[in-house]
T-cell receptor, first 112, second 111 residues
Framework: SAVISQKPSRDICQRGTSLTIQCQVDSQVTMMFWYRQQPGQSLTLIATANQGSEATYESGFVIDKFPISRPNLTFSTLTVSNMSPEDSSIYLC?????????FGPGTRLTVT | GESVGLHLPTLSVQEGDNSIINCAYSNSASDYFIWYKQESGKGPQFIIDIRSNMDKRQGQRVTVLLNKTVKHLSLQIAATQPGDSAVYFCAETYNTDKLIFGTGTRLQVFP
């Protein structure tokens, strides 16, 4: 299994500001994934983060809005930049290990 | 705060009954399918998976059925318990790591 922690667990932010979400995994993984879950909705993949290279973004998501860092094989950050109320969501990181995908507990973001 | 599954389809079942949750997937090339359970305030948790070369797989109290002809996936939960109350998502993938999630179903179990 994989144990994943995220910080912060929740935050309330003002529009126009930025928030960086941290994801820590209990052991090394090649790829880490960031998902967004809007209120009452399913999960949508934002990007895939590999250590030592730029993240790969899905359609509809851009690096300027969601910059990602992956400094080592156990850690990643996702920044939500210049926030608007539409960015209010749960943001989850995920890893793939032993043929299973594991998810962190999520960061619940509310933008006012 | 708003919880996961507030606007999702809801299935209400009585404790002890069997539950069937359905999912239509999108990509006929998908070769691996997973069911996840998400409780309020938590990330999705793996329940059971199935590969495209199978049409049925059983776990403990859960069974997944795959119908590739109509791109349909179902999750059957036997003897549903209050602890089964959660939002259930199916997910598909065609390159092992990148998951595409379905819309989800909220399961409510009442006594």
């Amino acid at each position: 299994s994989a144990v994943i922690s995220q910080k912060p667990s929740r935050d309330i932010c003002q529009r126009g500001t930025s928030l960086t979400i941290q994801c820590q995994v209990d052991s090394q993984v090649t790829m880490m994934f960031w998902y967004r879950q809007q209120p009452g909705q399913s999960l949508t993949l934002i990007a895939t983060a590999n250590q030592g290279s730029e993240a790969t973004y899905e359609s509809g998501f851009v690096i300027d809005k969601f910059p990602i860092s992956r400094p080592n094989l156990t850690f990643s950050t996702l920044t939500v930049s210049n926030m608007s109320p539409e960015d209010s969501s749960i943001y989850l990181c995920s890893v793939h290990r032993d043929y299973e995908q594991y998810f962190g507990p999520g960061t619940r973001l509310t933008v006012t | 705060g708003e919880s996961v599954g507030l606007h999702l389809p809801t299935l209400s079942v009585q404790e002890g009954d069997n539950s069937i949750i359905n999912c239509a997937y999108s990509n006929s090339a998908s070769d691996y399918f997973i069911w996840y359970k998400q409780e309020s305030g938590k990330g999705p948790q793996f329940i059971i998976d199935i590969r495209s070369n199978m049409d049925k797989r059983q776990g403990q109290r859960v069974t997944v059925l795959l119908n590739k002809t109509v791109k349909h996936l179902s999750l059957q939960i036997a003897a549903t318990q209050p602890g089964d109350s959660a939002v259930y998502f199916c997910a598909e993938t065609y390159n092992t790591d990148k998951l595409i999630f379905g819309t989800g179903t909220r399961l409510q179990v009442f006594p």
